[in-house]
Each structure stands twice: as structure tokens, then as C-alpha cells.
């Protein structure tokens, strides 16, 4: 009970602090001379850690008086799965979204723009704003302090999947990290708008917090991938699943927006379009949270139906409607505050060929993907609505609309790093291009005369080679010369232009390997007595045990394999099949023969103990290593590009904020 009293208590304080720290952040928006609200900052950041360590401490402690421990604890849940299982569900989420969102709003108070103080104020008036809408979200409509009036002995622990691997510890917690870092560009896109002023200080403050948020939702988005390809048995990483394409969506459009930002810090920007690509952002991490958490979408991710949707959707509606207004009153306010736009003014005509028109296309192709996905996403349920029969939208929809779209992004990812800001003769580009050309047509017909029968795996081998030729070479020329010494020193120097060419090496070869995976043959099944063998996939796979237990609530049969692929060693798999009663679910979690260029993936998926006979799905998957060792190279190089320059680290703490006067100073 003193638990309950305590974390319902945090939950109102948080509430309030969120409410007078919005207030005091608007006075201070009208008139400069108002003192911040720090202390209200901070207390609703406090307030956040305190109820998230007392429902942590319910669940260490066992403390089933506490609802939330009684639904989702349990006394054989391991440690690790114990302090997991607080964002296991739903209310307990919000706690950990909560967290994140406090640590932003603390950050982002001490962390002012230095070229444009003036937008602090009303940034971090939405930002409190979100914070109370959410501490009064989890307070009235999904409070995980609620008391049990009889408490129970044991709890159910939580959804087997979600204790059954050590991604769980790190998969939510950077989703949430990237959903709440990008409520800080969408404060200042709605402080620009207020304010009139979005130029070069407002996008270098911008795009600090877009990196930061993209970087933690491309590592989660990645963990996540691996996470199912481990341990949901399907033998995918991806499935288009609608809250799998809740978190993808937000990612496209802050891809956009870190490109926009580029040509807006470069005076080449449309500053309206990169203000309404900020807000957007935001408002997708809304949708995903409301498809998440409202049960109006059937997946494996979501939580089950609460009386938190309702009110999402009206937040969601009321944002929305916000920022378009502003951006339809005051976005021509915008034009005149835009210093940079004189570095790019009468310079010249732009050719068509220019990386300027590359940066334009770039994002009108993400805005097409991520619209496409929101399609697809959305029209099942306003199907439902509107007919009352539900469509599904499967992986066929989405290959086939969004390849052409994929191509086009992957050709500009090619060529970019070959164009001049403003362009070239063409003859110029052509002599540029030349050796990236040999190298894809060389890739190209390798691949085709390896006997591949797709023409999309010979054309994305051959422009992930093309890519892969231009970045080498540049990132090679900023690095030569004067040894080791010299190649650190250019490290350091070019940090930043070295981190996001690696990060796009990274993408060029996990567009390959989802390619070349994605023309694998369909899984095939073999049922296989105890000492018999199969043949699957050019793989010889003998059964040489059958085992059944029933531990910790679960029932589990497991198959002892021994496999032979080719002519390659024996080796030994274990695929197990495990029952939960209690939750009524059954999870195979396949066994895999891990390899750069192929994975065996073996999943059970029925035993008989009675006849000792398994039913085996075999599939080969290609390239599974080369994705995952591409997504390790795209955090490296999104760490290299975010990590601050030393320069810059050492300014900011010798000397007070002032405005950039060079546009050498503007560019970095």
C-alpha cells in the first residue's frame, strides 16, 4: 500500500511540476525578463525517476499488493526479466517513456542554442507540455500503482516472449530514447513558427537532436530486427508488421529531416519544409504510440486494449492540428529570419545534376516511402471502420510499391557523393564516375553470372557497389597522408563527414543483403522420426534425441539435431518448442548455424513424444551476417558523426553563447 500511496503521489507531483514549468516557460516566451522555471523543470524530472524506481522496487520486492507486480511479476521471473518486465506492459511503459522524456526535458534545458537563445523558451514550453499531458496519461488512464485489494501469492510474470531474451533489456529503452529525442525538433519547429526565426542556429540546434534521436531508433529498430530473426521462429526479421512500421515511419521522415537540414545550413533549404518534416516526425511517434498502446491494431508488439487510446488519439489530433495551423499563419513569418540564405544567393545558376537537387530528391522519395507505409498501415482499419470487414496488408504489397522507390533512394545514394554543391558539367561528373561504373558493372555481372534469376539482386548488387566504390575513395582521400599521425589527425578533423559516409557505406550494404535474402527460396518442412534423416536446402539433418520437460510453469520439448550442410562438418542444433500455459502461448524459438554469407535456420514446430517425431521448418537465409554486420557499421558511423567536435566541446565551456560570424563557423 505505502508503494501504491508513494508512486500515485510522484505521478501527481510530476503532473503539477509539468503544468507550472508550461506555464512559466510561456511567461517567459512573452516577456525575457521572467526568471525560467527551473526548479518545476527539474521536479518533473525527478518526479519521473522516483515513480520509475518505486514500481521497480515493487517488482524486485515482490510486492503484490501493487497491480501491476500481480499482473506482470512473478516469483520465478529471473532478476534480469524482473527489472524488464516493468516496460513488459502497458502501464508500465508509460513509466519508462516518462524517464526518457524527463532525462530530454533536463537535457534540453541545459543544453540552450547558442545562436538563437530566443527559441529556448517556447522549445521548452512544448516540451513540458508533452511532459504533462503524459504524467496526467499515466496518473488517470494507465496508473500501474493502483492497489489490489486481496494481494495474490505469485503473479504470471510477463508475456513469455518478452522473457526469453536479453534484448528486452535493450530493444524498448532505445525505441523510447529516439521517440522522445525527437520531441526536441519538433519544439523548436513549433518555437520557430512562434518566433519567426529558423536560421542556421535553429537548424545546428535541430540537427543535434535529430542525430541523437535517429542514432537511438536506428539502434533500436535494429536490435528489434535481430531480436525477432532469434527468437520468433519464422525465420524473418521484418514482417511489416503495423507497429514494426510505427517505428519505421518516424525514421524515414528524420532521415529526411537530417537531410533537409544539410541543404537548409547550406542556405539551399526550403525552411518550411524542413519545419513541417520536424513537426511530422513527432506527430508519426505519436501514431506509433497510439497504435501501440490503443489495440486497434492486431500484432504481436502491441499491448492489449486499455483506456489510454482515446486520449492519445485526441493528443495526437490536437498537435496535429497545432503545428499545421501555425505552419499556415505564421510559416512566411520564416523568410525573413534566414541569415544562412545569403551564402547560396546569386551565386549562380543550380544544375539539375547538383547535389542541392540531390538533397531535393532525397526527400521527396522518403516522404514517398514513409507515405506508402503509412498506407498500408492505416487502410486495414479505416477498412474496418468504414465496411466492417478487415483487409490485411502483407509483405506482397510493400515489395512490390516500394522497390521502384528504393532504387531511386539507393541511384542517389550513389551519385550524390560525385556532385558538386552546385553542380558540374556533365563531361566533369561522367570522368568522376567513371571507376564506380567499371566496379558496378564488374559487381553486376559477377552476380548475374553467378546464377542468380532475379534482375533486382544483379541491380542492387551493382549500385551497392558503385556506392560502396565512391565512399571508399573519398573516405580514403580524407585519410591519406602523413602516416597514422596524419590519418588521426583527419580523423579528428573530418569526423563528422567520415561518420555519415560510413553510416551511408552501411545502408548500401544492408539494401544488398536484404535484397539477396529476400530472393531465398521459401522454408520447406520435414517431419523426421528419432534416428531418421532429412534432407532440406541441400542439408542432411539426422534427430538423435527427443526431450520433454515442465519447469517454471512451461512445458518444453526440445529436439537434438545433428546437421551436415553440404560437405561442410557436422554440427549440432537444439530448437526448441515451449508451452505457456498460464498465458496460453506457444513460442518455438528456432536453433541457428550462424555464417557471413548463409544461416541455417531450423525451427520446431510440433513433437510427438508418443511416435518421437518432429516436425522440422528448414530454411538457408543469405547474407544474415553481412546485414547485421552492416548495421553495426551504421552505428559506427552515426556515433563518429554525432560525437561532438573538440573545437566545439571547448568553446562551449570557455566562452558565453553568441551567434556564429563566418560561414566557415555556420558550416561546422
Known sequence: MTVSLLGTACLGLGTVAALVATAGWVARTRDGRRKPPHSATYALAGAALAAFLLLEWALLSRDFSVRYVAEHGGRDVPPYYTVTSLWSALEGSLLLWLLALGTVVVLA??????????????????????????????????????????????????????RSHPAMGVHPPLLYAGYVGLAVPFAYAIAALVTGRAGAGWARAVRGWTLLGWAALTAGIAVGAWWSYAVLGWGGYWAWDPVENAS??????????????????????????????AALTFTLVILGTFLTRSGVVG???????????????????????????????????????????????????VRLLSLRSALVG??????????????????????????????????????????????????????????????????????????PAITAGVVAGLVGLSGSQRPSVVVVCGLAAFVASTLVSAMAARLAGGGAAGARRALRRHRRALGAQLAHLALAIA??????????????????????????????????????????????ATARLVVRPGNGDERRMSPTLALFPDHGMVVATP?????????????????????????????????????WGAAGLLLIGIALAAWPQRAALASRRRAPARAPRTAEEVGR
Open 109 to 162: 534545458l541545459r543544453r540552450p542554442p547558442a545562436a538563437e537563445p530566443r527559441l529556448h523558451p517556447p522549445a521548452m514550453a512544448v516540451l513540458t507540455a508533452t511532459a504533462a499531458f503524459f504524467f496526467g496519461l499515466a496518473l488517470l488512464a494507465g496508473n500501474p500503482f493502483e492497489a489490489v485489494p486481496a494481494a495474490p501469492a505469485d503473479g504470471p510474470g510477463p508475456n513469455p516472449l518478452l
Open 248 to 277: 519505421l515511419l518516424p525514421w524515414l521522415t528524420a532521415t529526411a529531416l537530417l537531410h533537409a537540414l544539410l541543404a537548409e545550413r547550406r542556405g539551399g533549404g526550403r525552411t518550411g519544409w524542413v519545419v513541417c518534416l
Open 299 to 349: 500484432s504481436v508488439h502491441t499491448f492489449t486494449q486499455s483506456g489510454i487510446g482515446p486520449p492519445l488519439l485526441v493528443f495526437l489530433a490536437a498537435t496535429t492540428v497545432a503545428w499545421l495551423a501555425l505552419l499556415a499563419l505564421r510559416g512566411d513569418r520564416l523568410a525573413g529570419s534566414e541569415p544562412n540564405r545569403t551564402r547560396d544567393a546569386g551565386a549562380g545558376r
Open 362 to 435: 532525397n526527400n521527396l522519395l522518403l516522404a514517398a516511402v514513409a507515405a506508402t507505409v503509412l498506407v498500408g498501415t492505416l487502410f486495414p482499419t479505416v477498412q474496418e471502420m468504414l465496411s466492417g470487414t478487415r483487409l490485411t496488408v502483407g509483405p506482397g504489397y510493400y515489395n512490390q510499391a516500394l522497390a521502384p522507390l528504393a532504387l531511386a533512394v539507393l541511384a542517389l545514394m550513389a551519385i550524390g557523393p560525385l556532385l558538386a554543391w552546385r553542380g558540374d558539367p556533365p563531361a566533369r561528373l561522367a570522368r568522376r564516375a567513371a571507376t
Open 511 to 556: 539494401a544488398m543483403a536484404i535484397v539477396v535474402s529476400g530472393a531465398d527460396p521459401p522454408a520447406e518442412q520435414r517431419a523426421v522420426a528419432l534416428d531418421g534423416t532429412v534432407t532440406s536446402r541441400g542439408v542432411t539433418i539426422r534427430l538423435i534425441g527427443l526431450d520433454s520437460t515442465v519447469t517454471d510453469g512451461q512445458e518444453r
Open 591 to 627: 536453433a541457428i548455424d550462424p555464417g557471413l554469407t548463409r544461416d541455417l535456420y531450423v525451427t520446431l514446430l510440433s513433437a510427438d513424444a508418443e511416435t518421437k517425431t518432429a516436425l522440422l521448418r528448414v530454411s538457408v537465409n543469405s547474407f544474415m551476417g553481412v546485414l
